[in-house]
């Protein structure tokens, strides 16, 4: 696909909503290229860099921003404003980064409900002090008005299941080199199908630089930290490291691997692979060397936060943990 820019500057915008901020600093990272694209673009809106507010966007005509980078899940009813807002204003809509793309860590929450989690926050953990219990209100009047904030979701959810969403862009955050190419493609107009994902199409064990078994037999499961000496040459699953090489897309040239460090699944579902949970159970059960299913079932009780482990970034689109808003 081919789009003819205009001759003036592109408008770029960029938003953060339930997120770290590392998408934020990766977008810095891109160092001396900065330059570069402020040569050929204006930001009209970054609520972290630039004076811009909300009623600026409001103002603007519609499909007036060329394209709109929306990092962070939605949380909150702020978020979803926000969203629908840049939807509204932009040409493009780019899903930046794990937590836009699927729900990402803050999306570990959908394992809970939205009032256990409040009732952790607010009153029972160590350094609380809530003796009346109050919670957060959405609206609260005093004598010089009504005071409102964001109403609290029950769940956190990535950025399409709000808006319509015309790339995805992965990773946490998404490495310099598909930032590079995903802004690139958006300045110059040589931009691949809607709906496209901007990252390798291969699952990440392609670009894994360990030796490859031909078949894996594994006993346990640990952490990293148990394993006295992790080699650093051999599969980290021959290892009995849960590594999500296998269920995730590459792109990321597998950074935490080279470190001894296994996947944790950050640039989401490798092509084909709808729910990487499942994918992994699937991936696991099959390495596990036993063969009576009720041992299996203990090996995979006894590991650590199995489940926090095989949807570490993919909990927003879960098939098992889908929220309704």
């Known amino acids: 696909m081919v789009i003819k820019m205009s001759e003036e500057k592109a408008k770029i915008a960029f938003y953060w909503a339930a997120s770290c901020g590392g998408c934020e600093i990766a977008i810095l990272d891109l160092d001396a290229a900065v330059l570069d694209v402020a040569a050929k673009a204006d930001i009209v809106f970054w609520p972290v860099a630039v004076d811009t507010k909300y009623h600026d966007v409001e103002s603007m005509p519609d499909n007036s921003i060329d394209v709109t980078f929306f990092n962070g899940g939605i949380r909150n009813s702020e978020a979803v404003h926000v969203a629908k807002l840049l939807r509204k204003k932009s040409k493009f809509l780019v899903a930046f980064g794990s937590c836009a793309n699927f729900g990402g860590v803050p999306a570990l929450a959908n394992f809970k409900s939205k009032n256990?989690?409040?009732?952790?926050?607010?009153?029972?953990?160590?350094?609380?002090?809530?003796?009346?219990?109050i919670y957060p209100q959405t609206s609260y009047k005093t004598k010089e008005g009504e005071v409102t904030i964001p109403s609290f979701f029950d769940g956190v959810y990535p950025l399409d299941e709000v808006v319509p969403v015309d790339y995805y862009l992965p990773g946490c955050p998404p490495t310099k080199k598909w930032i590079l190419a995903g802004v690139t493609a958006f300045l110059t107009g040589e931009l691949p199908p809607k709906g496209s994902v901007i990252a390798e199409e291969f699952a990440l064990c392609k670009e894994c630089p360990r030796e490859k078994p031909e078949k894996h037999t594994v006993k346990e499961f640990k952490r990293t930290w148990e394993i006295m000496n992790i080699d650093f040459e051999k599969c980290l699953l021959e290892q009995g490291i849960i590594c999500l090489g296998p269920a995730t897309r590459g792109g990321c040239e597998a950074r935490c691997i080279k470190t001894n460090y296994p996947c944790r699944g950050c640039y989401g579902p490798a092509p084909n692979v709808e729910d990487m949970g499942a994918k992994m159970i699937s991936v696991l059960g099959s390495i596990i060397d036993e063969k009576d299913e009720a041992k299996m079932a203990q090996i995979i009780d006894e590991t650590p936060d199995f489940a926090g482990t095989i949807y570490e970034f993919t909990a927003g689109k879960s098939v098992f943990l889908r929220r309704k808003q």
């Open 116 to 133: 256990s989690i409040f009732e952790r926050v607010y009153k029972t953990t160590p350094s609380t002090v809530n003796p009346q219990g």
